[in-house]
């Protein structure tokens, strides 16, 4: 995979492309998914371009947890008070499709599992 610095997450960082942000703080930022999966799908992402989950170190520890409590407080600021998914797909079988690690949280409907 290439640099996380050089991808579509990166340039909505920059403001270089355009994208629905519901929430940022100084370490992370949240935007709606341009290919929606379910009635609510949006993405978490770390604004350090780290690649993907498998290459957090311990030095990201805090910042991990961080991102996992940005997706609980954009959750409730949604109105996911009947639950919702958190996805993160890691590498190639993971289905990762953009090289800047995301989470993904899908609500507004029942989900299935288990997942294709
Ligand atoms: P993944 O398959 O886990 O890598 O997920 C990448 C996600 O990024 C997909 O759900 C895409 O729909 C989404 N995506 C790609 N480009 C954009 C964009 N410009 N704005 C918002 N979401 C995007």
Partial sequence: MSEATDTIF????RREIPADIVYEDDLALAFK??????????????????????DAESQDH????????TVKRVAEQVGLSNGYRVVINNGD?????VSHL?????????MKWPPG
């Fill in 93 to 97: 079988d993971g289905g990762q499709t």
């Fill in 10 to 13: 990166s340039k909505i960082i």
């Fill in 62 to 69: 805090a910042l991990m947890g961080h991102l996992l409590l």
């Fill in 33 to 54: 998914d341009v290919n929606p999966q379910a009635p609510v799908h949006i993405l978490v992402i770390p604004k350090k371009p780290l690649v993907k989950l498998a």
């Fill in 102 to 110: 995301h989470l993904h949280i899908l609500g507004g409907r029942q």
